[in-house]
T-cell receptor, first 111, second 114 residues
Framework: GEDVEQSLFLSVREGDSSVINCTYT??????LYWYKQEPGAGLQLLTY?????DMKQDQRLTVLLNKKDKHLSLRIADTQTGDSAIYFC???????????FGTGTKLQVIP | ETGVTQSPTHLIKTRGQQVTLRCSSQ?????VSWYQQALGQGPQFIFQ???????GRGNFPPRFSGLQFPNYSSELNVNALELDDSALYLC?????????????FGPGTRLTVL
């Protein structure tokens, strides 16, 4: 099965950019996602990228995909205190939509 | 548009008991997936139901079972509870074939097994 790995913790100052990284083992994932989880809440889909894309920008969010290195990153521009949460990268193949999640990166934004 | 809802929000059981968790899918979605999220971990796929049939299963024992009803709501049943079953159980609904394969998650049920 797929393994998805992330660093556990990231701390940034408000207004700076945050970059959260993820590596995955299964190159057959069709969709790659970034989810946000705030304390006591479920998961919120932030953005996604198809496996045949290299980059996707969505307002303050930029996703970069390096298929050769099996590396996915999420950049948050102008990070705000409301961005403090746990961020999960995840992948899914075609067919049924089993989503494999990483271990999550806790983002702490310092005012 | 009504989002994904789950009940109950919290539950405390003792080892060996049985539990049923419920999920109502988002309007128009016919697929429900269940995930177990242990503390400090990412969600782990349990199984998925599509049109009342199991449509894929993760690495969970048979004491984890489910149902999907004609209105596409779903139940997760866990028999012979173990301490390690303590976790947040997340339900997600989706519509197969929808462009980006997006799953919409409910807020989860926090299960504590004593």
């Amino acid at each position: 099965g797929e393994d998805v790995e992330q660093s556990l913790f990231l701390s940034v100052r408000e207004g700076d950019s945050s970059v959260i990284n993820c590596t995955y083992t299964d190159s057959s994932s069709t969709y790659l996602y970034w989810y946000k989880q705030e304390p006591g809440a479920g998961l919120q889909l932030l953005t996604y990228i198809f496996s045949n894309m290299d980059m996707k920008q969505d307002q303050r969010l930029t996703v970069l995909l390096n298929k050769k290195d099996k590396h996915l990153s999420l950049r948050i521009a102008d990070t705000q205190t409301g961005d403090s949460a746990i961020y999960f990268c995840a992948g899914a193949k075609g067919g049924y939509q089993k989503v494999t999640f990483g271990t999550g990166t806790k983002l702490q934004v310092i005012p | 548009e009504t989002g994904v809802t789950q009940s109950p929000t919290h539950l405390i059981k003792t080892r060996g008991q049985q539990v049923t968790l419920r999920c109502s899918s988002q309007s128009g979605h016919n697929t429900v997936s269940w995930y177990q999220q242990a503390l400090g971990q990412g969600p782990q796929f349990i199984f998925q139901y599509y049109r009342e049939e199991e449509n894929g299963r993760g690495n969970f024992p048979p004491r984890f079972s489910g149902l999907q009803f004609p209105n596409y709501s779903s139940e997760l049943n866990v028999n012979a509870l173990e301490l390690d079953d303590s976790a947040l159980y997340l339900c997600a609904s989706s519509s197969p074939g929808g462009g980006k394969g997006e799953q919409f998650f409910g807020p989860g049920t926090r299960l504590t097994v004593l």
